[in-house]
């Protein structure tokens, strides 16, 4: 008879007999009661956003009309529509994008490409994300000493732009680090060796490889400043303005305050109309969201092909 | 048998006599009225307060290629990346001692780090072609930078990759980013953005560390290729490899130069313990 090389099959499944499968992790309450609350966390905003867009939706679709956009605002609420704060906020926009770009860029490249790692370059550093994350009615009541008094804008559009620029450049400056720090180090030393400078390395090659997500960054941020209301009625920005602004020093109102200026009004018919602005603003974020989000994969697409 | 550089040929009349041999410091050997491109002397580096190259002396032969070899960490990057001056452009870095381009010093004040990386170009150990550029932007960016237009860039474009051994394959798609070659031809292709340049010294820091061993042959037979063209210094942790393709060798240990000389002799009968040591592998 020819002996087994091995013992038996019993033999074997005595070498372990216990703790084979392990089953202590094996409990599923922990993992499911965790899915459970992320998953909780995830739909209750959801659910509140859904309602309040749905509220809006309802008592505003009906008002929308081109009439709605093309009126200026009237005592009457049938009449009144939203021209001058569309073109106002179009404006502010325009006028932010100009002063907080350039500034915050610039200063996302200075910190990122050449400043060495000083103290004070740390402590800069610091500050801006400190600043990134205060309320914007502080940037109100600076804009409004600075911009409004000390330098004499008056309550004009400039001023305006120049307090929402203010409040971007933090965002901007961030945004435009994090996309300047996606492009490797080898990249940057590719350039040198070829007999680069700097300057001709972060035009080249490091702009052009981070321009989509400044571009990304630069849109959420106005996307954000298109619907900040406390800064610019702290500032003294008109609530009711039956004219479009025809310069920089024009007077001026944007989407949100007239719209918070509809819903402080007793008559329900001011209510609809502030409804139907909401939708309007909400369109607007969400096609520059949507640009944004374009702008990513569209140039996504053309670096890996 | 042991030769030192020809101190009076021509290209070397501002290059100072090397330093006498001192216990550690291994005197040049070379074939006798060779003449050296580039002249390193006494070269020191740093990173922050850590001394990384403590004082190496080295020639670099023209139309020859010069392998560095050694540990990981012993200085071979740092010693390349001294002869372009891309060290200085890490923070904190920090360089004294002198290294000689054509018997400048291309550390005098006057000597603009621009114009000598124009001069010697370099070729990394991870593949870096730029991803938002075309294979042909891509060999064209270094003139590109100098706001010079070659008289033909077409005809550049195709002998540079033709050089680099890279032109049949990308002669169709050289429109499309380069981003989409596998590592080999990525590698190739810097190496033709490099030579569009049309430097005089070709310094390569690891190039094959990255690819296969197929792509690692077919550029070894180009390194073979260039050197008679250009001067190559080519760093490499791979002994066969340098063996392959350089005519003299350099081993470095700690931040100092442990043994020069030519590759077959360095290799087949070192004069350092330290030197046979490594290449028979007992350590590193
Ligand atoms: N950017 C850096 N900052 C600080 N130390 C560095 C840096 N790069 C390299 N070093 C150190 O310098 C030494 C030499 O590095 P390197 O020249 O890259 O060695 P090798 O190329 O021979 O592997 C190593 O000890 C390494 O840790
Ligand atoms: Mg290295």
Known sequence: MIEKPYGTAAA??????RDWPPDSRLNPG????????????LVLPLLLLATLLGRALQEGWPRLSMEFITA??????????????????????????????????????YLEEYAGS????????????NLAGVPSIIYGLLGLELFVRAMAFGRSLLAGAATLALLLLPMVILAAREALRTVPHSMREACFALGADRWQTVRRVVLPMSLPGILTGIILAL?????????????????????????????????????????????????????????????????????????RVRFERKLSS | MNHTIDKNSPRLEHVAPPPPTSAGSVPARTDAGLTSKMWVEDL????????????????????????????????????????NRMHEVVRGARVT??????GVDVYRPEVNPVRLRQRVGMVFQKPNPFPAMSIRQNV????????????????????????????????????????????????????????????????MDEPCSALDPIATAKIEDLIHELRTRYTVAIVTHNMQQASRVADYTAFLYLGTLIEFGETRQLFTKPADPRTEAYITGRFG
């Open chain 1, 12 to 17: 074997v499944q005595h070498a372990s007999p």
């Open chain 1, 30 to 41: 922990p993992e499911r009661a965790f899915r459970a609350i992320c998953a909780l966390a």
């Open chain 1, 72 to 109: 200026y605002p009237s005592r009457v609420p049938a009449n009144a529509g939203i021209l001058p704060a569309l073109v106002g906020s179009a404006f502010l926009m325009g006028l932010t994008a100009v002063m907080a770009i350039p500034l915050g860029v610039g200063a996302a490249i």
């Open chain 1, 118 to 129: 000083s103290r004070l370059t740390g402590l800069i550093e610091v500050s801006i994300s």
């Open chain 1, 223 to 295: 996307a954000r400043a298109i619907g900040e209301t406390a800064p610019l009625i702290t500032i003294g920005a008109l609530t009711y303005v039956p004219f479009l602004p025809d310069s920089v020093h024009s007077p001026f109102t944007a989407l949100p305050i007239q719209i918070f200026n509809w819903i402080s009004r007793p008559q329900a018919g001011f209510r609809v109309n502030a409804a139907a602005g909401i939708i309007v603003l909400l369109a607007i974020m969400l096609l520059m969201n949507g640009a944004a989000i374009w702008l």
């Open chain 2, 44 to 83: 020191r580096a740093w990173f922050g307060a850590t001394e990384v190259l403590k004082g190496v002396t080295l020639p670099i032969a023209e139309h020859r290629a010069t392998a560095i070899i050694g540990p990981s960490g012993c200085g071979k990057s740092t010693l390349v990346r001294c002869l």
């Open chain 2, 97 to 102: 001692g002198r290294v000689f381009l054509d």
């Open chain 2, 140 to 203: 064209l960016a270094g003139l590109r930078l100098q706001k010079s237009r070659a008289d033909d860039e077409d005809a550049l474009v195709e002998s540079s990759l033709r050089q680099a051994a890279l032109w049949d394959e990308v002669k169709d798609v050289l429109d499309r980013s380069g981003s989409h070659l596998s590592g080999g031809q990525q590698q190739r292709l810097c190496i033709a953005r490099a030579l569009a340049m049309k430097p005089d010294v070709l310094l």
